[in-house]
T-cell receptor, first 118, second 115 residues
Framework: GAGVSQTPSNKVTEKGKYVELRCDPI?????LYWYRQSLGQGPEFLIY????????DSGLPNDRFFAVRPEGSVSTLKIQRTERGDSAVYLC????????????????FGPGTRLLVL | DAKTTQPNSMESNEEEPVHLPCNHS???????IHWYRQLPSQGPEYVIH???SNVNNRMASLAIAEDRKSSTLILHRATLRDAAVYYC????????????????FGKGTLLTVNP
């Protein structure tokens, strides 16, 4: 079946601009995660959705970053007033149910969006 | 999540076994050991996980030390498609009060497979 998809695959923007990154999770997955990966580093957690609500947004670096998932499926990560330091690969993952259940759920990752802020 | 330590890089020859080590000396009794890998220009993918006993699946085997302070991911016959960064991650047991939904990645081990 279809995996997690992310669009665009690449995004180049200028400092100060607004960007939106989209994630389409695996159909039926209620849990959705955003991670950010800087060059040479492992992915870092940003935010976790359980259904439509953000259950944990503790990884968002500041208030320029915001994410939504209005219908419990597609999610959009929004970055305002982009800075050069925001350049990274933004990864989205989904899992069937999410944390708090008696299982060690696999997270399925998309290919990422490579964001470059000039 | 407890911290893990992995070598920065390892090299292997095609069709030979590969043993990727991970140290987790501060592991708690409720931490599961997970491995993910990330192929070039792709997102991470799940490989295997375990708690105490050794585990096998179609991709790899996971050998866990008796004291659980270390583990080894074993690729029985490396192929060129196994060239990737391998991450060893500790995840707390659900309902233990920890945030086990977060995957905490280190820098991982970059595995190079020579033809």
């Amino acid at each position: 079946g279809a995996g997690v998809s992310q669009t665009p695959s690449n995004k180049v923007t200028e400092k100060g601009k607004y960007v939106e990154l989209r994630c389409d999770p695996i159909s039926g997955h209620t849990a959705l995660y955003w991670y950010r990966q800087s060059l040479g580093q492992g992915p870092e957690f940003l935010i976790y959705f359980q259904g439509t609500g953000a259950a944990d947004d503790s990884g968002l670096p500041n208030d320029r970053f915001f994410a939504v998932r209005p219908e419990g499926s597609v999610s959009t990560l929004k970055i305002q007033r982009t800075e050069r330091g925001d350049s990274a690969v933004y990864l989205c993952a989904s899992s069937l149910i999410g944390g708090g259940w008696q299982r060690q759920e696999t997270q399925y990752f998309g290919p990422g969006t490579r964001l470059l802020v000039l | 999540d407890a911290k893990t330590t992995q070598p920065n890089s390892m090299e292997s020859n095609e069709e030979e076994p590969v043993h990727l080590p991970c140290n987790h000396s501060t592991i708690s009794g409720t931490d599961y050991i997970h491995w993910y890998r990330q192929l070039p220009s792709q997102g991470p993918e799940y490989v295997i996980h375990g708690l105490t006993s050794n585990v096998n699946n179609r991709m790899a085997s996971l050998a866990i030390a008796e004291d659980r302070k270390s583990s080894t991911l074993i690729l029985h016959r490396a192929t060129l498609r196994d060239a990737a960064v391998y991450y060893c991650i500790l995840r707390d047991r659900p309902n233990s009060g920890g945030s086990n939904y977060k995957l905490t990645f280190g820098k991982g081990t970059l595995l190079t497979v020579n033809p």
